[in-house]
């Protein structure tokens, strides 16, 4: 007697196929960047350099959202005059 496919057994199966496709992008990841300690060391300072301009941005819009109003180049037209030709 053949066995009812139950909800659980598909799901399972997607589990092991997209943990087989992990697995082989893990790998593939590995002998491209962490295998040699030069592509390894290339890669994290690679890697730091994205980082810090990903930070700096990223806290300088935090920053600009939270002042906004409050700095220089918001207000500034109302300090200026407007040099009349």
Request: with cysteine; proline share 0%; glycine share 4%.
């Amino acid at each position: 007697m053949k066995r009812k496919q139950t909800i659980s057994d598909v799901s399972f199966r997607s589990c092991a196929l997209d943990l087989s496709t992990n697995m082989a992008l893990a790998k593939s990841v590995y002998n491209l960047l962490f295998r040699r300690t030069s592509t390894f060391a290339i890669t994290i300072m690679v890697g730091a350099v994205f980082f810090e301009r990903l930070f700096d941005q990223g806290g300088d819009a935090i920053f600009e959202q939270m002042n906004r109003g409050k700095l220089w180049k918001h207000i500034q037209h109302n300090y200026e005059k407007k040099e009349e030709e």
